[in-house]
């Protein structure tokens, strides 16, 4: 089983940085991950995706200000967050063992932490 473990979050200003963690219990070399967030009201939206060999996918309201990246000999996923609107507020969700080419979800979810954008 997979356990995964969110950090990173927090309260920043609009055109501020976040870097968001994603720490593993066992191995994730061969596994799809991903960030999604989820804001009060809305559906749960994927943000960006990477495999195992570092190809990535993000989405185009994020695309240019975040970056998903992984460190597979740590076990952990990473969204660097970059010029934050007060749209990006959410709390946002790690998710191992998608499908790369259809951008689903795998079965296995973070907790989620929470990141507000506010001036």
């Known amino acids: 089983q997979v356990q995964l473990v969110e950090s990173g979050g927090g309260l920043v200003q609009p055109g501020g940085s976040l870097r968001l963690s994603c720490a593993a219990s066992g191995s994730i070399f061969g596994i799809v991950m991903g960030w999604y967030r989820q804001a009060p009201g809305n559906q749960r939206e994927l943000v960006a995706i990477?495999?195992?060999?570092?190809?990535?996918s993000h989405a185009d309201t994020v695309k240019g200000r975040f970056t998903i990246s992984r460190d597979n000999a740590k076990n952990t996923v990473y969204l660097q967050m970059n010029s934050l609107k007060s749209e990006d507020t959410a709390v946002y969700y790690c998710?191992?063992?998608?499908?790369?080419?259809?951008?689903?979800?795998?079965?296995?979810w973070g907790q989620g932490t929470q990141v507000t954008v506010s001036s």
């Open positions: 998710n191992a063992g998608g499908i790369y080419y259809s951008n689903s979800p795998g079965r296995y």
């Open positions: 990477i495999t195992s060999s570092g190809s990535t």
